[in-house]
């Protein structure tokens, strides 16, 4: 079956690094669009970037541009999400998530949640300052 399994959270101080890693099986993950969801308590659930079936599009939201970085490796069927100066605010349990629509309706529709078709169970990041 379809299945979703993210890693590499943990707690950090404040300006660290950290690479998460979502490892994909049940389909052709070569085929669709791959995203990094965030939702921390209380707070309503954020994208966070996201990357086209080929790897040639990346997106993300503006909160984390030009800190975060997401790349696929279709072989290994695994999409990543390398964390760079991270801070207080990125405190949340990550979540990675599969959109198997149309490929073409992707930079639309990529900030929109309910457009996914898979979710994995999350994995918790959490910056001390």
């Known amino acids: 079956q379809v299945q979703l399994v993210e890693s590499g959270g943990g707690l950090v101080q404040a300006g660290a690094s950290l690479k998460l890693s979502c490892a994909a099986s049940?389909?052709?993950?070569?085929?669709?669009?791959m995203a990094w969801f965030r939702q921390a308590p209380g707070k309503e659930r954020e994208f966070v970037a996201g990357?086209?079936?080929?790897?040639?599009?990346?997106y993300y939201g503006d909160s984390v541009k030009g800190r975060f970085t997401i790349d696929r490796d279709n072989v290994k069927s695994t999409v990543y999400l390398q964390m760079n100066s991270l801070k207080p605010e990125d405190t949340a349990l990550y979540y990675c998530?599969?959109?198997?629509?149309?490929?073409?309706?992707?930079?639309?529709?990529?900030?929109?949640?309910?457009?996914?078709?898979?979710w994995g169970q999350g994995t918790q990041v959490t910056v001390s300052s």
């Open positions: 049940g389909w052709t993950f070569s085929n669709y669009a």
């Open positions: 990357i086209s079936w080929s790897g040639g599009s990346t």
């Open positions: 998530a599969c959109f198997m629509g149309y490929s073409g309706n992707y930079y639309k529709l990529k900030e929109k949640g309910e457009e996914y078709d898979y």
